[in-house]
């Protein structure tokens, strides 16, 4: 190898472990809005008045802005701490900070509200989760980690945030 060889190799290298720095800071971020909602739901109790008027949760693009950011943050803890590491696992090919893709937001609030709905046996039968999987869940996943869904441009090698960087100011 040249000495040109080897620093390509040592450029490599180092941009792979901006990369996963990265990918740790934007984890980091989920976890502050994840606290952000824990903190939120204590002060108000909207998830257990909720429950108690037995209102529907309306989609996420419909909802007022303070009401977005603390069903953003709900989302982003029921996905983090149940779908990722149920469904999807830690070496597959999921953008690590999704909810800055709106289309990924859209469609795994609609996930969730199914899920919702559909795994109360009591309300939706013995079928309903059997649906939820077939009608929901594999589609979303389909479509989100699909060639030409939402992730698809930060599944390269330089991940989210250079993609990011890329775009014109």
């Not at 008027?53 to 983090?80: C, K, Q």
């Not at 989760?129 to 980690?145: I, T, V």
């Amino acid at each position: 190898m040249t000495y040109t060889d080897d620093r390509i190799a040592a450029d490599a290298g180092l941009t792979d472990r901006v990369s996963l720095l990265q990918n740790a800071m934007h984890k980091l971020g989920a976890d502050v809005i994840r606290l952000q909602t824990q903190l939120t739901d204590l002060a108000a109790g909207t998830q257990q008045e909720q429950e108690e008027s037995g209102a529907a949760t309306p989609f996420i693009f419909n909802m007022s802005r303070d009401a977005y950011r603390s069903e953003l943050a709900a989302l982003v803890a029921w996905v983090d701490d149940f779908l990722v590491p149920v469904y999807i696992g830690p070496d597959s090919d999921w953008c690590p900070v999704w909810w800055e893709h709106h289309e990924a937001v859209g469609r795994l609030h609609a996930l969730r509200l199914a899920y919702a709905e559909l795994t109360d046996t009591a309300e939706a039968g013995p079928s309903g989760p059997g649906l939820w999987h077939r009608d929901h869940l594999d589609p979303a996943l389909e479509r989100l980690r699909s060639a030409t869904g939402p992730f698809a441009k930060c599944l390269t090698p330089a991940g989210h945030v250079e993609r990011r960087r890329s775009r014109p100011a």
